[in-house]
Protein backbone atom coordinates (compact mmCIF):
# COMPACT_ATOMS: atom_id res chain seq x y z
CA UNK A 1 0.00 0.00 0.00
CA UNK A 2 1.17 3.39 -1.25
CA UNK A 3 1.41 5.80 1.63
CA UNK A 4 -0.35 9.09 0.83
CA UNK A 5 1.32 12.37 0.36
CA UNK A 6 2.16 14.77 3.43
CA UNK A 7 -0.30 17.66 3.04
CA UNK A 8 2.71 20.13 2.52
CA UNK A 9 4.19 17.76 -0.94
CA UNK A 10 0.19 18.14 -2.35
CA UNK A 11 0.15 21.91 -1.34
CA UNK A 12 3.56 22.63 -3.44
CA UNK A 13 2.78 20.30 -6.41
CA UNK A 14 -0.31 22.59 -6.43
CA UNK A 15 1.32 25.66 -6.15
CA UNK A 16 3.78 24.83 -9.01
CA UNK A 17 0.39 23.88 -11.44
CA UNK A 18 -1.14 26.72 -10.29
CA UNK A 19 2.53 28.91 -11.35
CA UNK A 20 3.07 26.94 -14.46
CA UNK A 21 0.23 28.48 -16.45
CA UNK A 22 3.00 31.48 -16.38
CA UNK A 23 5.33 29.16 -18.51
CA UNK A 24 8.34 27.54 -17.16
CA UNK A 25 10.78 30.78 -16.85
CA UNK A 26 8.11 33.22 -15.24
CA UNK A 27 7.16 29.91 -12.66
CA UNK A 28 11.13 30.01 -12.14
CA UNK A 29 11.07 34.14 -11.53
CA UNK A 30 8.54 34.04 -8.97
CA UNK A 31 9.82 31.25 -7.22
CA UNK A 32 13.04 33.45 -7.13
CA UNK A 33 11.45 36.50 -6.43
CA UNK A 34 9.63 35.31 -3.50
CA UNK A 35 13.73 33.75 -2.51
CA UNK A 36 15.12 36.62 -2.75
CA UNK A 37 12.55 39.43 -2.11
CA UNK A 38 10.91 37.98 0.80
CA UNK A 39 13.22 35.22 2.05
CA UNK A 40 10.64 32.50 1.29
CA UNK A 41 11.96 29.01 -0.46
CA UNK A 42 9.83 26.88 -2.24
CA UNK A 43 10.32 24.36 0.69
CA UNK A 44 8.50 27.22 3.13
CA UNK A 45 5.53 27.90 1.34
CA UNK A 46 3.37 25.31 3.38
CA UNK A 47 4.74 26.59 6.52
CA UNK A 48 4.35 30.40 5.07
CA UNK A 49 0.98 30.77 3.07
CA UNK A 50 0.25 33.95 4.41
CA UNK A 51 3.74 35.21 3.14
CA UNK A 52 3.25 32.94 -0.40
CA UNK A 53 0.04 35.25 -0.77
CA UNK A 54 1.63 38.13 -0.01
CA UNK A 55 4.92 38.37 -2.01
CA UNK A 56 2.59 36.52 -5.05
CA UNK A 57 0.71 39.58 -4.96
CA UNK A 58 3.44 42.29 -5.68
CA UNK A 59 5.36 39.97 -7.69
CA UNK A 60 2.18 39.70 -10.16
CA UNK A 61 -0.28 42.33 -8.36
CA UNK A 62 -4.12 41.48 -9.92
CA UNK A 63 -2.78 38.35 -11.79
CA UNK A 64 -1.69 36.22 -8.44
CA UNK A 65 -5.85 35.81 -8.41
CA UNK A 66 -5.77 34.15 -10.75
CA UNK A 67 -3.14 32.01 -9.97
CA UNK A 68 -4.32 31.54 -6.12
CA UNK A 69 -7.66 30.51 -8.02
CA UNK A 70 -6.27 28.03 -9.67
CA UNK A 71 -3.58 26.54 -7.01
CA UNK A 72 -6.65 26.55 -4.74
CA UNK A 73 -9.01 24.65 -7.59
CA UNK A 74 -6.30 21.99 -7.93
CA UNK A 75 -6.02 21.96 -4.16
CA UNK A 76 -9.48 21.16 -3.14
CA UNK A 77 -9.82 18.54 -6.23
CA UNK A 78 -6.45 16.74 -4.61
CA UNK A 79 -7.83 16.42 -1.52
CA UNK A 80 -11.23 15.14 -2.88
CA UNK A 81 -13.42 18.40 -2.47
CA UNK A 82 -14.67 21.21 -4.48
CA UNK A 83 -13.31 24.66 -3.97
CA UNK A 84 -16.27 27.04 -3.42
CA UNK A 85 -15.58 30.87 -2.94
CA UNK A 86 -16.39 33.00 -1.06
CA UNK A 87 -16.04 37.25 -0.61
CA UNK A 88 -14.69 37.01 2.54
CA UNK A 89 -11.90 34.35 3.00
CA UNK A 90 -8.62 34.97 1.89
CA UNK A 91 -6.31 32.27 0.19
CA UNK A 92 -4.77 31.85 3.11
CA UNK A 93 -8.12 30.70 4.43
CA UNK A 94 -8.65 28.34 1.81
CA UNK A 95 -5.91 26.28 1.94
CA UNK A 96 -5.79 26.07 5.87
CA UNK A 97 -9.75 24.44 5.33
CA UNK A 98 -8.24 22.31 2.83
CA UNK A 99 -5.60 20.88 4.74
CA UNK A 100 -8.68 20.24 7.09
CA UNK A 101 -10.56 18.12 5.14
CA UNK A 102 -7.05 16.37 4.00
CA UNK A 103 -6.54 15.89 7.20
CA UNK A 104 -9.67 14.28 7.80
CA UNK A 105 -9.63 12.20 5.08
CA UNK A 106 -6.10 10.60 5.59
CA UNK A 107 -7.53 9.92 8.92
CA UNK A 108 -10.93 7.96 7.88
CA UNK A 109 -8.05 5.95 5.43
CA UNK A 110 -5.86 4.90 8.05
CA UNK A 111 -8.89 4.13 9.98
CA UNK A 112 -10.18 2.10 7.15
CA UNK A 113 -6.99 0.38 6.40
CA UNK A 114 -6.25 -0.84 10.26
CA UNK A 115 -10.15 -1.59 9.89
CA UNK A 116 -9.09 -4.07 7.44
CA UNK A 117 -6.18 -5.28 9.00
CA UNK A 118 -7.94 -6.09 11.70
CA UNK A 119 -10.48 -8.39 9.92
CA UNK A 120 -8.35 -10.36 7.85
CA UNK A 121 -10.37 -13.34 6.92
CA UNK A 122 -13.59 -11.72 7.59
CA UNK A 123 -15.76 -11.46 4.15
CA UNK A 124 -17.19 -8.30 4.11
CA UNK A 125 -20.41 -7.51 2.33
Known amino acids: MSRPQPFNQVLLDCVDDGLSVLGNEPK ?3 YQYLATIHSLDREQIPDKVDEFSTGLRKALGGASRVIERLILKKLFQRVGSTFRETAD ?7 MDAKRRFEIVSMKHSDLSEASRSKKG ?3 G
Open 28 to 30: EAV
Open 89 to 95: LEFTDYV
Open 122 to 124: QVS
